[in-house]
């Protein structure tokens, strides 16, 4: 049973950083493409970020430079390391991994800027 578990939101000042963690079970991350996606109210959910099995890296171009994705094979988890945050970062973060069997998403992470 694959279950994905995101933690490090919270409430920070714009200009600030974060960083989120996505821990994995019953999934292997350093075989699989993993994302990082966001969802702000009233928006569509969008791409952040995905780390491949080679370990490149691609990203959103409203985040580039700025975040960071990077993984932990020994601890099968994956990071998001946030840094300069601004108000539009605000949104509920999702951690996702597609395989044959679907798409799996963690229950998500609040990151809340304050201007």
């Known amino acids: 049973q694959v279950q994905l578990v995101e933690s490090g939101g919270g409430l920070v000042q714009a200009g600030g950083s974060l960083r989120l963690s996505c821990a994995a079970s019953?999934?292997?991350?350093?075989?699989?493409?993993v994302g990082w996606y966001r969802q702000a109210p009233g928006k569509q959910r969008e791409l952040v970020a995905r780390?491949?099995?080679?370990?490149?890296?691609n990203y959103a171009d409203s985040v580039k430079g700025r975040f960071t994705i990077s993984r932990d094979n020994a601890k099968n988890t994956v990071y998001l390391q946030m840094n300069s945050l601004n108000s539009e970062d605000t949104a509920t973060y999702y951690c996702?991994?597609?395989?044959?069997?679907?798409?799996?998403w963690g229950q998500g992470t609040q990151v809340t800027v304050s201007s």
């Open positions: 996702n991994v597609n395989l044959l069997t679907g798409a799996y």
């Open positions: 019953g999934i292997i991350f350093s075989i699989n493409t």
């Open positions: 780390i491949f099995r080679s370990g490149n890296t």
